[in-house]
């Protein structure tokens, strides 16, 4: 009995304690996409993208707008705009408007990290203009333009047209030495958002882009492939242009660094791909093996010299977003690497990019 007077009191305590911590899904407002902008006034701009759960109303989503000097700022803000409690356990995608991009996005990228109720692996995206605007506006037939975009790049990325970049993969790539970080780029065209090319980060400053169409080249020489498709222009053929469409392309990279002596290096970066060609318009037929290998040639050809092009430019901006710091890092000692001011000896290296292309397949009527 005495043991009984202990036990119902520490009951109603524990139950007390459910009470406080208790959530009704009606109440919340889960945020699932949120935008950053820089203003001219150097504040932030954060506009909060809430579904609207609730089956009898006419809208599908909610959105907040704050201008702060913080993110935790603004997230008070929200809490005084709406009857809904702000979590943000859902979020799905942060959009970064480009002046910010341009500014530097690290600190809010730390900010977002420290909070424990958002995942590791929500999405980092760059929007060619204003992120609050993008994200505000209405795409039919989808009532929701966070899930819409969220979808969108899922999509894309499957084909390694653009990366998967996520908050993880930002900070890993920001704080590593000997690589830099990268982001896909969507933006407004009109009635639809598309997606536009890859950021290209040196540290967390945004300092050029790679065109969509040639992703799928720069995902080959960053890391090994699983699945992707390409589309390689080999120029004209009696006045008619010259494409092959290749599908279920998976490839391997190698990267070797050479010494050259007095903080010289030399980089050789090398793929080996394999996939099927889906449509091809030369005139040329598949079917004979002395013509699909001058077919592969002149494709491993067209592929090295876009390569080659691209590293130029990301020469030319200092970003080393293929990584290859990393390479050179490896090869050097602890106190060789410090003492190497990489930032101003990447744009000086040579770099020579080789392509194996193997046709698997190429149609049985070909």
């Known amino acids: 009995m005495d043991k009984l007077w202990l036990i119902v009191p520490l009951i109603l305590l524990l139950l007390t304690g459910c009470k406080n911590d208790e959530r009704v899904?009606?109440?919340?407002?889960?945020?699932?996409?949120s935008?950053?902008?820089?203003?001219?006034n150097n504040k932030l701009k954060v506009v909060a993208c809430v579904p609207?759960?609730?089956?009898?109303?006419?809208?599908?989503?909610?959105?907040?707008?704050?201008?702060?000097?913080?993110?935790?700022?603004?997230r008070?803000?929200?809490?005084?705009?709406?009857d809904l409690t702000v979590v943000s356990g859902q979020l799905r995608e942060t959009l970064f408007g480009l002046t910010l991009a341009k500014a530097g996005i690290g600190d809010y990228i730390d900010t977002i990290l420290r909070d424990p109720s958002i995942a590791l692996g929500v999405?980092?995206?760059?929007?060619?203009?204003?992120?609050?605007?993008?994200?505000?506006?209405?795409?039919?037939?989808?009532?929701?333009?966070?899930?819409?975009?969220?979808h969108l790049l899922e999509k894309e990325s499957s084909s390694n047209s653009v990366p998967t970049t996520t908050l993880y993969e930002f900070s890993r790539d920001y704080n590593d030495d000997g690589i830099d970080a990268v982001a896909p780029i969507v933006k407004d065209a009109g009635k639809k958002v598309t997606v536009d090319g890859i950021a290209l980060f040196v540290m967390d400053k945004y300092v050029m882009k790679i065109p969509v169409?040639?992703?799928?080249?720069?995902?080959?020489?960053?890391?090994?492939?699983?699945?992707?498709?390409?589309t390689v222009n080999l120029g004209e053929e009696n006045g008619k242009p010259v494409i092959v469409m290749f599908?279920?392309?998976?490839?391997?990279?190698?990267?070797?660094?050479?010494?050259?002596?007095?903080?010289?290096?030399?980089?050789?970066?090398?793929?080996?791909?394999?996939?099927?060609?889906?449509e091809y318009t030369g005139e040329d037929k598949l079917s004979d093996p002395a013509t699909r290998h001058k077919l592969e040639e002149q494709i491993a050809k067209s592929i090295t010299d876009k390569a080659e092009e691209l590293i130029?430019?990301?020469?030319?901006?200092?970003?080393?977003?293929?990584?290859?710091?990393?390479?050179?890092?490896?090869?050097?000692?602890?106190?060789?690497?410090?003492?190497?001011?990489?930032?101003?000896?990447y744009p000086q290296i040579e770099v020579e990019c080789r392509a194996r292309i193997i046709i698997k397949d190429y149609g049985k009527y070909s």
């Open 247 to 278: 599908s279920s392309l998976s490839g391997k990279r190698k990267v070797k660094v050479h010494k050259l002596g007095e903080g010289r290096f030399k980089a050789e970066l090398s793929i080996s791909v394999q996939g099927s060609v889906l």
């Open 35 to 40: 935008s950053y902008d820089l203003l001219d």
């Open 312 to 345: 130029r430019q990301m020469q030319q901006a200092k970003t080393d977003a293929l990584g290859i710091g990393r390479y050179v890092r490896n090869s050097l000692s602890y106190r060789e690497w410090t003492s190497l001011d990489w930032r101003e000896v």
């Open 123 to 150: 999405r980092v995206t760059v929007v060619e203009g204003d992120a609050g605007e993008l994200l505000s506006k209405t795409y039919k037939p989808h009532s929701d333009t966070g899930r819409y975009i969220t």
């Open 213 to 230: 169409e040639d992703g799928i080249i720069f995902a080959l020489f960053r890391d090994d492939l699983k699945q992707g498709e390409a």
């Open 25 to 33: 899904l009606e109440k919340l407002g889960m945020v699932q996409t």
């Open 76 to 82: 008070l803000q929200f809490s005084r705009q709406t």
């Open 52 to 74: 609207v759960i609730d089956p009898e109303s006419p809208v599908r989503r909610e959105l907040l707008t704050a201008e702060s000097d913080s993110i935790k700022e603004a």
